[in-house]
Nanobody
Framework: QVHLVESGGGSVQPGGSLRLSCAASGFTVSGYCMGWFRQAPGKERELVARSDYYEPTAYSDSVKGRFTISKDDAKNTLDLQMNDLKPEDTAVYYC?????????????????WGEGTLVTISS
C-alpha cells in the first residue's frame, strides 16, 4: 500500500522560504514520476513542479527560478525548496506520484496523492 505524507508547511512573510518534504512508503521515488501540486482557495489544482526519469526537474512558469524540486533516494522523499515566496503562493500543497517513468504517460494522471500541507504567505 502506497502512502505519501507531506510535511513542512506553515506561515511565512513574503520573501521568505519554506521546504516541503514528501515521505513515500510502498513506493520508490527514484526514477518514477512524482510532482508537487497546489490548490488555492477558489481555484483549481495546478502542477507546480515535477520530476521523472527523463526530466528530473520541471516547473510551472509561476514558480520557475524560485522553487527547486529534488528527490532524496536514501530517505525516499520528494522535496520542494521554496524561496522568495509571494502571497499568491498561498495554497494547500500536495505530493503525488505514479508508477511511470514519464509524467506524460496516461495524460498526466497521477496514481497516488498525499493529504496536503498548508502554505500561507502573509505579512
Amino acid at each position: 500500500q502506497v502512502h505519501l505524507v507531506e510535511s513542512g508547511g506553515g506561515s511565512v512573510q513574503p520573501g521568505g522560504s519554506l521546504r516541503l518534504s514528501c515521505a513515500a512508503s510502498g513506493f520508490t521515488v527514484s526514477g518514477y514520476c512524482m510532482g508537487w501540486f497546489r490548490q488555492a482557495p477558489g481555484k483549481e489544482r495546478e502542477l507546480v513542479a515535477r520530476s521523472d526519469y527523463y526530466e528530473p526537474t520541471a516547473y510551472s512558469d509561476s514558480v520557475k527560478g524560485r522553487f527547486t524540486i529534488s528527490k532524496d533516494d536514501a530517505k525516499n522523499t520528494l522535496d520542494l525548496q521554496m524561496n522568495d515566496l509571494k502571497p499568491e503562493d498561498t495554497a494547500v500543497y500536495y505530493c503525488a506520484a505514479k508508477r511511470e517513468y514519464s509524467c506524460f504517460r496516461r495524460d498526466g494522471t497521477m496514481d497516488y496523492w498525499g493529504e496536503g500541507t498548508l502554505v500561507t504567505i502573509s505579512s
